[in-house]
């Protein structure tokens, strides 16, 4: 077993502040990770777009966030954040994840765009049954 601990934080969603906390908690764990600035940018804004979901879409505006270490693929280190909520759920996760699309004002451009910043993505929804996104970024080689 490796003598290391590693990391793993679990932060609550409740309305907007828990946005900044989580946000900022993400970026810290990446930077402590070795993850370079524009990473560590990417990383946190990932993690606002998910709870900003959380604060507009889910029940009460409340879910959770835990971020923990994870090795990648090829042994790399790296971040798993899961994001989850008890709201109503996503009834048809591809046509949320197009970008434009949007059951509010908003641009529809959360989830792609979540996407995009991260190596991977996961949503495990559907109507009623509540929102569960596992996002994963390995870090490069050189760090950056
Ligand atoms: N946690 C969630 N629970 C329920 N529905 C969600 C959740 N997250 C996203 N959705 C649905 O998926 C749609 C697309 O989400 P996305 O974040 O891409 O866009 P948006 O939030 O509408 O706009 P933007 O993020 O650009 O401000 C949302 O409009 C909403 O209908
Ligand atoms: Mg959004």
New binding site residues.
């Given amino acids: 077993m490796n003598a290391r601990e590693s990391t793993e934080l679990l932060v609550p969603i409740e309305g907007e502040s828990g946005i900044v906390n989580a946000r900022s908690l993400a970026r810290n764990i990446a930077r402590e990770l070795g993850f370079g600035m524009v990473d560590q940018s990417r990383i946190a804004t990932a993690v606002s ?2 709870t ?3 604060v ?3 029940s009460g505006g409340r ?1 959770e966030v835990v971020i923990r270490e994870v090795a990648g693929p090829a042994d790399q280190p790296g971040v798993e954040i899961v ?1 989850s ?1 008890e ?4 009834a048809d996760i591809e046509f ?2 197009r ?1 434009g ?14 996407r995009r910043l991260m190596d991977e993505m996961k949503i495990e ?1 559907g109507a009623g049954r ?2 569960v ?1 596992t996002i994963r970024k390995w870090r490069r080689q050189s760090g950056k």
């Fill in positions: 777009e998910l900003r979901n959380i507009r879409y889910a879910g994001v909520d709201g109503p759920g996503i949320a994840m970008e699309v949007s059951s509010s004002t908003g641009l529809g451009m959360g989830l792609p765009g979540t929804s509540g929102t996104i």
